[in-house]
Every structure is written in structure tokens, then in C-alpha cells.
């Protein structure tokens, strides 16, 4: 409640609509060790989504939030997912074989923001044997200015690897994207048997490559690939 004649106000970071995400991660090859670290939701035209704001409570109705004065924007939502495996010991038989995985179901408060119309990008951060793999969701875009829980349940891109380091992606996609679609799937990594000499040499801009073991077939690095 807020004092007598004063307005009540929300940060967003804290109050606003509940999303309910389900994530199919069946098939993706997890293993007992892998640890899900995070989920960044943003938009794919890369329009920024509102983090904060306020409202003025009496203009609140049944159906819908009032109009927001918007007081903050970012270029994603992030929940932070640190302490959530992708499966538990009792998924697995008495031999220790995989035996399967249950979708992964999250919820994030976010500002109550219409997004309809737009394609919404749900990116699942994961480490998993030392490697960290980042599987990447679309949906499409609902009016989160409804009363209520919004659900989700959003279709993995087709195949394609999503690279944190932008030079890395770029060299990958120069000399492997096959079906020239601009960006690299993991059935064109996974054929690849040679990096060539002096590929990524003289980049010191790389930061990242994790996503060489998606790399499954190589049986030759060049001479100063790296270097």
C-alpha cells in the first residue's frame, strides 16, 4: 500500500508480468555434468526491452497494464540459472545410461511490455565437460501486458551454432557456411577434418572459441592456426 495521497511505485526489475518458459533440451546431447548457467531473452530485430518504470496504480483494469512510463532500457532480460543441472541423479537406471530429459521450465518477471509482432530470442548458456554450449530459441511475440503468467514454449533455430566470439564466427562462416545461409550449423562443423594454416593468426582481437568442440571430426590442425 502506499501513504495517503502519494503514488505507488514499482521497479520492473522486481514486480511486473511473469513469463513461464519450457525449453525442450531433449537431444541436445547433455551429459550428468552438464550445469544450465543462464537465459538471455531478447529481441531478434536487436530492439531494446524495458528494465524499469512506473505506474500510477488506480488506472490499473482486469485486462491490462496502464500505460508505463518507461524509466529504463537494456538490450536483453537475463535469469540467472547458476545452481540448475540438467538432470538429476534418478534420471539415470542403475547402469548410469541416459535415459532422457525432461523439458526445462523457467519463470522471469519482466516489465509488462507488448511485443506482438516481434520474434522473440530465448539464448540457453550451458557448461557442460569444460565446453560451454549456448542453444538458442525463437517465439513468437505475445502481449505481456495482460494480467497473469505468459507462457512460452519457444522452437530451437535449426542447427545453428551461436558463437560468442564475433571474429570467430565470421572465419568459421568464411571458410565452412556450405548452404551460404551466413552463419554455421553444427552439421558443417561436424564434417570439418582440417583448420587450415594461420586461420585465426594474427586475431588478437579472439577472445573465445569454445565452440571448437563442436568440431567433432578434425583430425588436423594447421601449422599457426592459432598463432
Known amino acids: 500500500a502506499a501513504p495517503v495521497g ?28 552438464c550445469q544450465i548457467k543462464s537465459l538471455r531473452v531478447s529481441l531478434e530485430d536487436g530492439s531494446s526491452l524495458p528494465v524499469e518504470g512506473k505506474f500510477d496504480l488506480s488506472a490499473t483494469t482486469a485486462d491490462a497494464a496502464p500505460d508505463l512510463t518507461i524509466t ?25 545410461s541416459y535415459v532422457g530429459l525432461r523439458p526445462l521450465t523457467c519463470y522471469m518477471m519482466v516489465p509488462p511490455v507488448d511485443l506482438t509482432g516481434k520474434t522473440v530470442k530465448f539464448e540457453l548458456t550451458c557448461l557442460d565437460s569444460y565446453a560451454t554450449k549456448r542453444i538458442v530459441y525463437t517465439a513468437a511475440g505475445k502481449n505481456l501486458r495482460k494480467s497473469g ?11 545453428i551454432i551461436s558463437f560468442e566470439d564475433k571474429t570467430v564466427h565470421d572465419l568459421c562462416v568464411a571458410q565452412w557456411d556450405t548452404n551460404g545461409n551466413g552463419e554455421l550449423e553444427y552439421s558443417e562443423a561436424e564434417v570439418v577434418t582440417e583448420i587450415p594454416d594461420h586461420m585465426f593468426a594474427g586475431n588478437t582481437s579472439i577472445e573465445y572459441f569454445d ?4 568440431f567433432t571430426s578434425l583430425t588436423k590442425i594447421g601449422e599457426g ?3
Open 6 to 33: 502519494k503514488d505507488l511505485m514499482f521497479q520492473f526489475k522486481r514486480l511486473g508480468c511473469l513469463l513461464w518458459i519450457s525449453l525442450d533440451i531433449d537431444g541436445l546431447g547433455f551429459t550428468p555434468s
Open 72 to 96: 529504463g532500457y537494456e538490450d536483453s532480460w537475463t535469469l540467472d540459472l547458476d545452481n540448475v543441472w540438467t538432470v538429476d541423479l534418478d534420471e539415470f537406471d542403475s547402469e548410469y
Open 225 to 227: 592456426a592459432f598463432e
Open 149 to 159: 503468467a505468459t507462457k512460452f514454449t519457444p522452437s530451437r533455430m535449426s542447427d
Open 211 to 214: 565452440e571448437l568442440t563442436y
